[in-house]
């Protein structure tokens, strides 16, 4: 029995002591029960407050309803017992039979275990990383990257649609600089101030110049202007390469430039104006984002006529919504707190609930311990460099199990080590062990066939199966808190279960002995636990190795 059937169960039994008139509420007034693992597993399977939810408007106390509720649910198939505990919680033990049918539902399920519709109707865009397409990714985006794919996963799990959206800062002042930059290096004159520095300019130069020889006889505008848009194409097709390796997609890549030059960012500002919100003074043009609890309001139109980059995040933001995306999330850097009062202003400005169609999350900063500075970039460490030196799989999921707001340090030896002490090998060890167990469960003859779950159990067994039993609650809420890093530490719990149980029970016989029905069914707990694993270390974005 799955979590979920229980709680349908709980529900059902609630439903049949209204319809008998022994509990004082409508059909409407009972919920979906929520069920979870007891602190001291002594107490039972499972356990329910949902007499504590509704004795209050069912006229009655707690703990005489939870006692209702356990008379009939003890006569319910598959329950051994259900005890009442303190002011009013249902504790539940369940027949050996029901607990392990839960193996099979997880064998069953496969990838799809875990996946629920807690967010279904929900249409979101994601947008982060957007690093600016002048340079390489650094140390500063992998955050983002690590944790913006695994909610996206999260999201999709839990029935939202969700695009993972990466805005591409191409216009402004900072591309005729990059342009310039490299035509510096192609022609071997002076990088110009606030140019950008580094061997990957040079490197840029070089393969521009391999594409249009003629660069150096250009008049100097156009040559700018013909090294500006090949490296720019040049620099996104390397970060994109570096994403992948990464494990990173984005289903759109939206042009900056494209909103200038399509007139959406001056329609943007017509379109606040007619919703009252934009004035003129001093010859500029403003968006009133004080009526909105923004610290002061924003320069949309520059007086000399020049739209700020505040117009293109207000026409990028009524972009979203005209695509029609009820929810944006937006994940930025610990240097952007300033954003977050001007972007609900723009919701709040665009007609928008801030409190419900726009969402903006903060990452702390992260930092690498010895690591080297990139010698391409200069003064920084490169995204594709921390792969190549620690690995796609230990840096996601190092990334992932810490909350975004807390400052992490990565410490890349320890990362590389190959030991139980090193999280993401423990639960990798883990998912291996399982396939092991299941290779040699094979070669000594052990069926999947006659799986009686009533043969699990020993102590073990109910307790990995409780670990398991966890999954869909657990992705469903880390979805909900956009927290990947529950996901992860769950994963560590069932890594350990496994681990315990894998020493208590037997899945192969031992020497002489003959294949029995404990095994089989260990078989398939075994084949469980590897399903939950990889279906977990699927949305963070690592891997399941079958060996190590």
């Known amino acids: 029995m799955t979590p979920a059937e229980l709680a349908a169960l709980i529900r059902s039994v609630l439903l049949e002591a209204v319809a008998a008139g022994d509990v004082a509420l409508s059909a409407e007034d009972v919920p979906e029960p929520k069920v979870e693992r007891p602190r001291q597993r002594e107490h039972g399977d499972w356990a329910t407050n949902v007499a504590m939810q509704l ?12 006692e ?9 198939d598959g329950v051994a017992a259900a005890e009442v505990a303190g002011p009013g919680f249902l504790n539940i033990r369940l027949e050996a039979g029901a607990a392990g049918e839960l193996a099979r539902a997880v064998v069953e399920a496969g990838p799809a275990f875990g996946r629920n519709e807690a967010l279904t109707g929900h249409r979101i865009n994601m947008e982060f990383v957007s690093a600016n397409p002048t340079g390489p990714l650094h140390v500063g985006h992998t955050r983002w990257a690590a944790l913006g794919d695994a909610m996206v996963r999260l999201l999709r799990a839990s029935g939202a649609e969700v695009v993972p959206e990466y805005y591409i800062n191409d216009a402004g002042s900072q591309m005729d600089k990059f342009g ?17 520095q580094g061997s990957y300019v040079a490197e840029l130069a070089a393969k521009v110049l391999a594409e249009r020889p003629d660069l150096p006889e250009l008049p100097h505008d156009e040559a700018v202007a013909v090294a500006r848009e090949l490296g720019y194409r040049l620099q996104m097709a390397e970060i994109e390469e570096t994403l992948a390796s990464f494990n990173v997609h984005f289903d759109v890549w939206f042009s900056e430039r494209e909103l200038h030059d399509g007139g959406a960012v001056e329609g943007a500002v ?31 139109v520059r007086a000399d006529g020049s739209p700020t980059y505040f117009a293109a995040d207000a026409a990028y933001y009524l972009s979203k919504k005209d695509r029609g995306f009820g929810e944006k999330i ?117 069926p999947r066939d006659g799986f009686d779950p009533a043969a699990l159990d020993h102590p073990a067994d109910t307790e990995l199966l409780g670990a398991l039993g966890q999954f869909p609650e657990t992705v469903a809420h880390a979805a909900r808190l956009r927290e990947p890093h529950r996901v992860a530490r769950y994963l560590e719990q069932v890594a350990a279960a496994y681990h315990q149980w894998y020493g208590q029970t037997r899945i192969s016989p031992r020497g002489e002995d003959q294949v029995d029905a404990g095994h089989t069914a260990r078989l398939w707990l075994n084949d469980a636990t590897s399903q939950v694993l990889a279906n977990g270390l699927d949305l963070l974005g690592v891997s399941a190795p079958e060996r190590m």
């Open 68 to 76: 209702l509720l356990a008379a009939r649910l003890a006569r319910a």
């Open 270 to 300: 017509e379109r606040l104006r007619e919703q009252g919100h934009v004035y003129d003074e001093g010859g500029a043009v403003w968006l009133r984002t004080t009526d909105f609890s923004d610290d002061k309001d924003r320069v949309l």
């Open 55 to 66: 004795a209050k408007k069912a006229g009655t106390n707690p703990r005489a309803l939870a």
């Open 330 to 446: 937006y994940l930025l850097g610990a240097d952007h707190h300033g954003y977050v009062n001007r972007l609900k202003a723009i919701a709040s400005c665009a007609g928008d609930d801030p409190e419900k169609n726009i969402e903006i999350l903060i990452g702390q900063l992260v930092s690498v311990a010895g690591a080297r500075m990139s010698k391409r970039a200069g003064n920084i460490i490169e995204l594709r460099d921390i792969i190549e030196w620690i690995g796609t799989d230990p840096v996601r999921y190092t990334l992932a199990r810490f909350p975004a707001d807390s400052p992490l340090t990565l410490d890349g030896e320890k990362l590389r080590e190959k030991n139980l002490d090193n999280p993401v090998y423990y639960v990798q060890y883990a998912y291996a062990r399982t396939r092991n167990a299941s290779r040699n469960a094979e070669e000594h003859g052990v």
């Open 180 to 196: 310039a930059s490299i035509v510096a290096r192609a022609t071997g004159t002076d990088v110009p101030d606030g140019g950008y």
